[in-house]
């Protein structure tokens, strides 16, 4: 799409980074990592009995052993504990 924003094509070879400058956009890697960023702030300053913050501190054991027929929650077969 930046190729085509800026009538460009394959053929001229011109780096990506090139034509990124032109139009003023930052690299993709670099806006997705700054949204993490500021959705995991978002979820430190919730309460800590939010579900969301809570699901963070889940963790998985390091081994499971399902016997057939067990009859545990989904969760306890999975190997979280909260």
Not at 45 to 67: A, I, N
């Amino acid at each position: 799409m930046v190729r085509w924003m800026c009538g460009v094509k394959l053929k001229d070879r011109l780096p990506s980074k090139e034509l990124r400058e032109r139009l003023g956009v930052d690299d993709i890697a670099l806006v997705l990592q700054q949204n993490r960023l500021r959705w995991y702030w978002h979820v430190l300053r919730e309460d800590d009995d939010d579900w969301v913050k809570k699901c963070m501190e889940l963790r998985v054991q390091d081994q499971v052993q399902m016997e057939k027929g067990d009859k545990g929650s989904t969760l306890t077969r999975m190997g979280v504990s909260g």
